[in-house]
């Protein structure tokens, strides 16, 4: 056994450097898809969204955005955000992609090209780009060409593994026992795609096997698993999203299942035509990839209406109110791979619950003037609106790439957590407002005295305006907003000291309304300060990153 051992360590490191090698065309392909999403993502989409007017233009669109990601994957999931939001039908979704399976093909042929010799040349000026301009589309653009660099030099180094592995005996003996077997080999493909998240990463892999490790018929039922895997990793990327998110990747899916079913039947009489003008095996499996995705194209193009009808079957949508009416959600996930563009989505959101924030604060004084029990009751249901779109929130915000953010993105990210925060505190300080509204005022029948009254609706006018302009600061970002924001907070503080010291003289002289509503009255000033507080501290980040705050208070400003 001791004469083997140097044989078999020999072809156990043949066998990891193979695996090495795909673990690195799939890592290329990544960097690739994540440096064009990241430079150029939100001009994709815009292309995208401007280019549905017919399903012809769209499925051109969807090759060209897709050559340039090499993922239909995420071309599904920016094209189910948009059906999601209600931009685009689904039809014409559903023809993006069919345009978005050509375009990762397109692709394909193209690397099955000898390229090695720019792998060098990619990867060090890539390097280079990245590493001086980090956080910027030029650091974005050296990540894709490193992807693509080491995708070159991936496929070089399957080919060097898989001749060393194949001279082996034992394997050799291996592979004269395999038989095509056509169902194993698509479950195996889409297995692969699945678990790498490419069907093009497993379309080169299968090409560069075919020349030395399976036959050719072998390596076309991978390539057709391949495309049924990339349609299946779309559903499942897109399980947890609402009902019309999960329609587009479905029809796509439905598209690939009766492509394959109609392609299984022509791999041979395709085989025995290919043969009479290409030999090479490699060339022969692109070509096959690319004529099945150009056949499903041109088969399904004319029928997206029907794929979609079938699909509202197979996912109805909540027929429950008019879904062109329903607000939409700005979380938008396919947005996460561009995190300049996923930082504007979740600003938006922010802005929205602030909004519903604004709507709780000012049925305080509502319910205060009417005495509305449902009123209190409806309001105070909506702080588990603010908790959620708050979790929501965060959730999404965690999921955006810090490391890709420039430092200006950094410091945004910063302040709609900021922002976020104070917000969910204003709501939860109103719904303990409103209960002790009800508890204090309502239910005992008692009334504020008119001098209390209206000190009460002075600060809560002044604090309507104060949130506002915390909003604006928050949106617009100016250091006089904010100064502004903070001058105010010194106003409101003298302001509840003054209406305080009032309501004890009140007190004093026996009002009797005062003394039934004094602990009420107290309370009230009391939250509508510590609410002014989370308002003001919009300001805060602003100012410090503008250096315009001192150790303790704000600067004095030359005049």
Same mark, same amino acid.
């Given at each position: 056994?001791?004469?083997?051992?140097?044989?078999?360590?020999?072809?156990?490191?043949?066998?990891?450097?193979?695996?090495? *090698?795909?673990?690195?065309?799939?890592?290329?392909?990544?960097?690739?898809?994540?440096?064009?999403?990241?430079?150029?993502?939100?001009?994709?989409?815009?292309?995208?969204?401007?280019?549905?007017?017919?399903?012809?233009?769209?499925? %051109?669109?969807?090759?060209?955005?897709?050559?340039?990601?090499?993922?239909?994957?995420?071309?599904?999931?920016?094209?189910?955000?948009?059906?999601?939001?209600?931009?685009?039908?689904?039809?014409?979704?559903?023809?993006?992609?069919?345009?978005?399976?050509?375009?990762?093909?397109?692709?394909?042929?193209?690397?099955?090209?000898?390229?090695?010799?720019?792998?060098?040349?990619?990867?060090?000026?890539?390097?280079?780009?990245?590493?001086?301009?980090?956080?910027?589309?030029?650091?974005?653009?050296?990540?894709?060409?490193?992807?693509?660099?080491? @995708?070159?030099?991936?496929?070089?180094?399957?080919?060097?593994?898989?001749?060393?592995?194949?001279?082996?005996?034992?394997?050799?003996?291996?592979?004269?026992?395999?038989?095509?077997?056509?169902?194993?080999?698509?479950? %195996?493909? =889409?297995?692969?795609?699945?678990?790498?998240?490419?069907?093009?990463?497993?379309?080169?892999?299968?090409?560069?096997?075919?020349?030395?490790?399976?036959?050719?018929?072998?390596?076309?039922?991978?390539?057709?698993? *391949?495309?049924?895997?990339?349609?299946?990793?779309?559903?499942?990327? #897109?399980?947890?999203?609402?009902?019309?998110?999960?329609?587009?990747?479905?029809?796509?899916? @439905?598209?690939?299942?009766?492509?394959?079913?109609?392609?299984?039947?022509?791999?041979?009489? /395709?085989?025995?035509?290919?043969?009479?003008?290409?030999? &090479?095996?490699?060339?022969?499996?692109?070509?096959?990839?690319?004529?099945?995705?150009? @056949?499903?194209?041109?088969?399904?193009?004319?029928?997206?209406?029907?794929?979609?009808?079938?699909?509202?079957?197979?996912?109805?949508?909540?027929?429950?109110?008019?879904?062109?009416?329903?607000?939409?959600?700005?979380?938008?996930?396919?947005?996460?791979?561009?995190?300049? %563009? =996923?930082?504007?989505?979740?600003?938006?959101?922010?802005?929205?619950?602030?909004?519903?924030?604004?709507?709780?604060?000012?049925?305080?004084?509502?319910?205060?003037?009417?005495?509305?029990?449902?009123? *209190?009751?409806?309001?105070?249901?909506?702080?588990? +609106?603010? &908790?959620?779109?708050?979790?929501?929130? +965060?959730?999404? @915000?965690?999921?955006?790439?810090?490391?890709?953010?420039?430092?200006?993105?950094?410091?945004? /990210?910063?302040?709609?957590?900021?922002?976020?925060?104070?917000?969910?505190?204003?709501?939860?300080?109103?719904?303990?407002?409103?209960?002790?509204?009800?508890?204090?005022?309502?239910?005992?029948?008692?009334?504020?005295?008119?001098?209390?009254?209206?000190?009460?609706?002075?600060?809560?006018?002044?604090?309507?305006?104060?949130?506002?302009?915390?909003?604006?600061?928050?949106?617009?970002?100016?250091?006089?907003?904010?100064?502004?924001?903070?001058?105010?907070?010194?106003?409101?503080?003298?302001?509840?000291?003054?209406? =305080?010291?009032?309501?004890? &003289?009140?007190?004093?002289?026996? #009002?009797?309304?005062?003394?039934?509503?004094?602990?009420?009255?107290?309370?009230?000033?009391?939250?509508?300060?510590?609410?002014?507080?989370?308002?003001?501290?919009?300001?805060?980040?602003?100012?410090?990153?503008?250096?315009?705050?001192?150790?303790?208070?704000?600067?004095?400003?030359?005049?």
């Amino acid at each position: 056994m001791l004469p083997e051992t140097p044989f078999v360590s020999a072809r156990m490191k043949h066998l990891l450097n193979l695996l090495a *090698a795909i673990a690195l065309l799939v890592w290329g392909t990544y960097l690739v898809r994540t440096g064009v999403l990241r430079t150029f993502g939100a001009s994709l989409r815009q292309a995208l969204a401007f280019s549905m007017g017919n399903r012809f233009t769209a499925a %051109l669109s969807g090759v060209g955005v897709t050559a340039l990601v090499q993922s239909s994957t995420a071309t599904a999931l920016i094209t189910s955000s948009f059906v999601g939001q209600g931009m685009i039908a689904l039809p014409a979704a559903l023809a993006v992609m069919l345009g978005a399976d050509v375009g990762t093909s397109v692709m394909a042929v193209v690397f099955s090209f000898d390229l090695s010799w720019l792998s060098p040349l990619f990867i060090f000026v890539g390097v280079v780009l990245f590493i001086s301009r980090q956080g910027t589309n030029v650091g974005g653009f050296g990540r894709m060409l490193i992807g693509l660099g080491l @995708m070159l030099l991936a496929l070089r180094l399957v080919t060097e593994s898989t001749t060393l592995l194949t001279q082996a005996p034992a394997v050799q003996l291996m592979l004269e026992s395999l038989t095509s077997d056509l169902m194993l080999e698509v479950i %195996l493909g =889409a297995g692969l795609a699945v678990l790498s998240y490419s069907s093009l990463a497993v379309v080169l892999l299968t090409a560069t096997l075919a020349l030395q490790v399976v036959s050719v018929e072998v390596a076309l039922g991978l390539v057709l698993g *391949a495309n049924l895997g990339s349609g299946l990793l779309a559903v499942l990327t #897109t399980a947890k999203s609402s009902i019309s998110v999960r329609q587009v990747p479905l029809g796509n899916l @439905m598209f690939k299942m009766m492509g394959v079913a109609i392609a299984s039947f022509l791999i041979q009489p /395709w085989l025995q035509l290919a043969r009479r003008y290409v030999d &090479d095996p490699a060339q022969l499996v692109v070509l096959f990839h690319l004529s099945f995705n150009l @056949m499903v194209a041109v088969l399904f193009i004319g029928v997206t209406q029907v794929v979609a009808r079938w699909v509202e079957k197979l996912l109805p949508r909540n027929k429950g109110g008019n879904k062109a009416l329903d607000r939409p959600n700005h979380l938008d996930p396919s947005a996460l791979s561009t995190p300049a %563009l =996923a930082i504007s989505c979740a600003t938006r959101e922010a802005i929205h619950l602030a909004d519903t924030v604004e709507t709780m604060l000012r049925g305080v004084m509502t319910v205060l003037k009417t005495s509305d029990v449902q009123l *209190a009751e409806n309001l105070r249901a909506m702080d588990d +609106k603010v &908790d959620s779109q708050y979790s929501a929130i +965060k959730y999404y @915000m965690t999921k955006i790439s810090r490391q890709a953010l420039s430092e200006d993105e950094g410091q945004r /990210w910063t302040d709609i957590i900021s922002f976020t925060i104070n917000m969910e505190q204003v709501g939860d300080i109103i719904e303990r407002v409103l209960q002790d509204i009800e508890d204090k005022k309502i239910r005992p029948g008692r009334n504020f005295s008119p001098a209390g009254q209206t000190e009460i609706e002075e600060l809560h006018a002044r604090l309507l305006a104060n949130l506002r302009l915390g909003m604006s600061v928050f949106l617009n970002g100016t250091v006089r907003d904010a100064q502004k924001l903070l001058e105010e907070k010194v106003r409101f503080r003298e302001l509840e000291r003054a209406y =305080a010291t009032s309501h004890l &003289d009140r007190l004093s002289e026996k #009002t009797m309304p005062s003394i039934e509503t004094s602990s009420l009255h107290i309370d009230l000033i009391s939250e509508f300060k510590r609410i002014n507080s989370h308002i003001c501290s919009i300001a805060y980040p602003i100012l410090d990153s503008a250096g315009a705050l001192a150790p303790s208070r704000l600067l004095k400003q030359d005049r």
